[in-house]
C-alpha cells in the first residue's frame, strides 16, 4: 500500500467545508412564546434520581421540565420516548448532525424515522456560558453514547451492573411492566447533560473532562409532545476520572415537571411529511 504523502496534500486539505444540513429551514421553536409561558408555570412533580440508579418520569405535552444538579457536580444520561408509542425515540445522530456536537437554548432533540419531529425543545442552559474550550470540550453532548454493561466488560474482562445503559434497561421495564430482554432494544443513545466532552485534536478519540455542573445549576427543555423520559445519574460522577466505578463520587439528579398557566398559541409538531412512493 502507497501510503506516501502526495504533492498536493495542502491543496486537497485546504478545501473549504460545506455544512451538510443547513440549519435555517429548520421549524422555528418560537423560544418567544415559552420565554412569557414559563415564568407562570406551576410545578406539578418531581422526581430524585438517585446515584448510580435510573428513573422514569412522565411529561406532557406544553409542559416544561427541569434537570438540576444537586448536593454536587454529576453528570446523567438523558432518553427520551414517545408516550404514546415507545418505538418513536431520540435520535442523537440526527441531532448532532442539525445543531451540533453540543446542545444548548434553542436546540431540540429530535426523534428518528419515520417520525423525525422535534421531542423537546431547551429553553434554558444555566452552563451555556461554557461554550467551547481550548480543548475543544463542550457541555450537553449528543456524541457518546452511555457507559455499558457490553464495552466496559469488552475493555476490563468485569462485569459491573451500574452503567447508564443498564440504569435506563432496568427503569424503563419497570416503568412499561417489560422484562429486561424486551425493554433493552428500547434504550437508545443520550444526550449526555452536564457532561463536558470533545474530540483529542492528535488522534480524534472522544475524551470526557470534570464537568464544569454545580449545585443549583440546571438545563430547562419544552416537551413538545406527550414524552417519557429516562434518566440516569452516572456512575461516572463529574466524569472527570473515569466511568462505570463505584469509586468516583455520585449524586443525584433531579427532574422538575412544571405546567404553564394556560395553553399556548402553539401547534404540536407532526410526524414527518415524507411519504414513500
Known sequence: MNSSIPSDAAERRAVEPVICYPNATLPDPDMATLARARPNARKTGECLVPPREARCFHVPAGHFFRITSVQGPQVGDLNLWSAADPQERFYSGKTRALHGTHL?????????????????????????????????????????????????????????????????????????????????????????????????????????????????????????????GGLSACPGGDCGAEHSSDTAACHPLLVEIFAPAGPLDRPRPGRSGYRWP
Open 104 to 228: 444548548t437554548r434553542g436546540d431540540r432533540m429530535w426523534s428518528g424515522f419515520p417520525y423525525l419531529r422535534p421531542m423537546a425543545t431547551v429553553t434554558e442552559d444555566t452552563l451555556e456560558w461554557y461554550g467551547i474550550d481550548e480543548h475543544g470540550g463542550s457541555v450537553h453532548d449528543v456524541i457518546g453514547t452511555r457507559c455499558d454493561p457490553y464495552t466496559h466488560h469488552m475493555l476490563s474482562g468485569e462485569d459491573y451492573h451500574r452503567c447508564c445503559h443498564s440504569n435506563l434497561t432496568n427503569a424503563l421495564a419497570e416503568e412499561l411492566g417489560l422484562g429486561r430482554e424486551a425493554a433493552e432494544p428500547l434504550v437508545h443513545d443520550v444526550l449526555n447533560v452536564f457532561m463536558c466532552t470533545g474530540f483529542t485534536r492528535d488522534t480524534g478519540q472522544y475524551f470526557m473532562k470534570a464537568s464544569p455542573v454545580r449545585p443549583g445549576d440546571y438545563i430547562e427543555f419544552f416537551a413538545e409532545i406527550d414524552l417519557i
